[in-house]
């Protein structure tokens, strides 16, 4: 079962991938690669601290615990969404603003994951 939630969400992994080694730190945890502190983001006009591209998280700074419980629940939204994930994250961001809220906190993908309970990562 884990080789197929790993296959489903590949395609977004696969990009993730690509990007890692322009980050100066890589470790595997729960089995996810998470890649950490890289500047360029920044420079680029991310304003966000990471970022979740299937079995891939990718932070500008050193990740802490809470963040990472949060990448977590991404992940799980990658395993069940697969290749859907990045339209249904953009839709809910569409569907968020247009109910007046906020794109990005307003997003229901966000809402889950705030309200994921704290666990150890």
């Not at 729960?30 to 502190?37: D, H, I, S």
């Amino acid at each position: 079962m884990r080789a197929l939630r790993l296959i489903w969400a590949s395609p977004a992994s696969l990009v993730g991938l690509l990007l890692a080694p322009f980050f100066r730190r890589r470790r595997v945890i729960k089995g996810v690669l998470l890649c950490e502190g890289a500047s360029w983001p920044r420079k680029l006009g991310w304003r966000f601290s990471a970022i979740t591209l299937g079995h891939v998280v990718l932070s500008v700074d050193d990740i802490g615990d809470e963040m990472m419980r949060h990448e977590l629940v991404h992940v799980r939204q990658y395993e069940r969404w697969g290749p859907f994930m990045l339209p249904a994250y953009l839709g809910a961001s569409i569907v968020a603003a247009a109910r007046g809220g906020h794109y990005y906190r307003d997003n229901r993908f966000e809402i889950a994951a705030r309200s994921e309970p704290k666990e150890d990562p």
